[in-house]
Each structure stands twice: as structure tokens, then as C-alpha cells.
């Protein structure tokens, strides 16, 4: 009976949470279920408020819900492999990195606030897509093949007529070789992770409780 009533509160705290939002209380909800685990509202709105936060605008909540359950996908894979966890100096390289991509420190600060974001919740963003892109990275970096006539092509499509467009003389081959081997190799992890997900998605039941609009 006590264990009944523990399951009947989570699932209540689960679907009338609350939380601060711009001065008024926002309740919460279940935005999606994916095997045993589920997606919240809440969720969804902070991923959205990230993204406005470093793209400057965020994707509709559809979208953002399937990028959710995509890094449910990950993660999952990424626990069951007992893939450790990036050192803690990683993490603060990567959220300082993201923190010098905008003009000036008050820059940053006047984004992060009109997102309406803390800076614990940005660092825990950067260390989450940090653990994700490295178990990414870690699976299928050894998969992708990269040749000579595949950096040559890169260099002569892509290199040579960005560097005409800029009025600038493009690097030799030979100098932008290892940039452009490993420019290459992410799009390899790229393809490979979108493949390996449209097969996942196929194989965990997910039921969505968000409307066409995303609400």
C-alpha cells in the first residue's frame, strides 16, 4: 500500500510541478513518454530556452521534443556502456568556450538572463551535450574512412572557393590537410549518428502528449 502511494504522488509531482517562469508559475506535464522514462514540459522549454541562448532563436516544441527523445536514445546507450562522465575541467573548457563565442562577457550575460536561464543550468547543458558528443564521438570515429580523393574534393569545392568569396589565397593542401580530415570525419559521426537513430527510434516505444503545435 505505502508503495502505491509513493507511485501515486510521483506521477502527481510529475504532472502539476511547478516552477518559476518570467514572474508567474508555470505548471508542468508530461510532454512524452519513451519505455519507462518520460520527457517533461519543462524539459522541452529549457532545451528551447538553450537554443535561443546560443542560436539566438529556438525550434518549435515538436522539434525540440524529438531532439529530447534523440538524446534519451543516447544517453540510454551511452549509461548502459557505463561511459564515464567528461572530467570536470572538460566541462568547464566547454562552457567557457561557449561563453567566449559571444562578443563580450556582457553579451553573454544580457543572452543567459533574456533566455531566461542560470548559469548552473547552462554548465549542466554544456556537460550534458559534451557526455553525448564524446559517447558519439567514442562509437563511431573508428566507423569513418576518410581518403585522399575525399580531401581533395573538400579542398577544391569548399576550401578554395571560401577563401576566393573572402578575397584571401586559400591554404595549400597540404597546411589545411588534418582540418580538413577531421571536418570530414564529423560529417562521417554525423551520417553514422543519424542512421543509428532513425534505427533506435524504430525499436523504443515513445508516445507523445504534445499536439501538432507542440503544446
Do not use: C
Not at 73 to 82: F, H, L, N, P, Q
Amino acid at each position: 500500500m505505502k508503495t502505491r502511494l509513493v507511485i501515486v504522488v510521483w506521477v502527481a509531482m510529475a504532472l502539476f510541478a511547478v516552477r518559476p517562469a518570467g514572474g508567474q508559475r508555470v505548471i508542468d506535464r508530461i510532454a512524452a513518454r519513451v519505455d519507462d522514462d518520460v520527457i517533461l514540459l519543462s524539459d522541452v522549454r529549457e532545451l528551447g530556452e538553450y537554443q535561443e541562448l546560443v542560436d539566438g532563436r529556438a525550434e518549435g516544441n515538436g522539434q525540440l521534443l524529438d531532439r529530447l527523445v534523440d538524446q534519451w536514445i543516447v544517453r540510454k546507450e551511452a549509461e548502459t556502456a557505463r561511459f564515464a562522465h567528461p572530467p570536470k575541467e572538460d566541462v568547464e573548457q566547454s562552457w567557457e568556450r561557449l561563453k567566449n563565442s559571444f562578443a563580450t562577457p556582457q553579451d553573454y550575460e544580457e543572452r543567459r538572463k533574456r533566455a531566461g536561464l542560470t548559469d548552473e543550468e547552462v554548465r549542466s547543458f554544456v556537460e550534458s551535450q559534451l557526455y553525448l558528443n564524446s559517447y558519439l564521438d567514442s562509437r563511431f570515429r573508428p566507423l569513418v574512412r576518410v581518403d585522399q580523393k575525399a580531401i581533395e574534393d573538400f579542398y577544391n569545392n569548399r576550401v578554395v572557393p571560401r577563401a576566393k568569396e573572402r578575397g584571401q589565397a586559400p591554404p595549400s593542401i597540404e597546411d589545411a590537410r588534418d582540418t580538413i580530415r577531421e571536418a570530414l570525419i564529423q560529417q562521417g559521426i554525423t551520417e553514422q549518428t543519424d542512421r543509428w537513430l532513425k534505427e533506435s527510434r524504430a525499436r523504443v516505444q515513445v508516445q507523445k502528449f504534445l499536439d501538432e503545435n507542440g503544446q
